[in-house]
């Protein structure tokens, strides 16, 4: 995950054709719809490719969002849309992920999920101070199940029962 958190939206040309140049010095600001106008200036085939693969990138971003989402991951899903939405004006596709953050925001569930994570992070803080004394397995298998109970339910699960199983609790 942390590498499709990580790397570039785009991988733009790099100096491979001078005409891009601007389309280049776009992406490097992190303006793919800025890339993308420029881009479509330039009469070449890396040019082309270049418009494509933030046509693509843009055509993805709700599902990367959704399986951050569904990984337990709420915020850095929402983050993913409103970043994408801001970068990607005038992309073709930008209104289903400006849409898509639109929705969320609103969704009682996702809002919920949302104070959720916040109370992960407070557990997180928690467990990592039962490190080094006995018993602390059984602790943190307390403070997960804890949790689960009251998130099991939400798009919190799956990272509440990989922070149990990396607590050394199995069931």
């Not at 992406?27 to 420029?38: F, I, M, P, R």
């Amino acid at each position: 995950m942390w590498i499709a958190l990580g790397r570039p939206l785009v991988e733009g040309p790099r100096g491979a054709v001078p005409a891009l140049a601007k389309a280049e010095a776009r992406l490097a600001d992190g303006k793919h719809g800025a890339a993308y106008v420029e881009a479509g200036k330039v009469d070449h085939p890396s040019a082309a490719t270049l418009r494509a693969q933030i046509e693509l990138a843009v055509s993805g971003a709700v599902k990367r969002a959704e399986a951050l989402r569904d990984l337990g991951y709420p915020k850095r899903a929402l983050d993913l849309l409103v970043r994408h939405a801001a970068s990607c004006k005038g992309v073709p596709g930008v209104d289903a992920v400006n849409e898509a953050a639109r929705v969320w925001k609103r969704d009682p569930t996702f809002k919920a999920a949302l104070k959720g994570e916040t109370r992960i992070v407070k557990a997180e803080a928690q467990v990592a101070k039962l490190a080094g004394r006995s018993g602390t397995a059984a602790e943190a298998a307390a403070v997960w199940d804890a949790l689960l109970a009251n998130l099991g339910d939400s798009c919190l699960a799956a990272r509440l029962q990989a922070l149990r199983k990396g607590a050394g609790v199995q069931n």
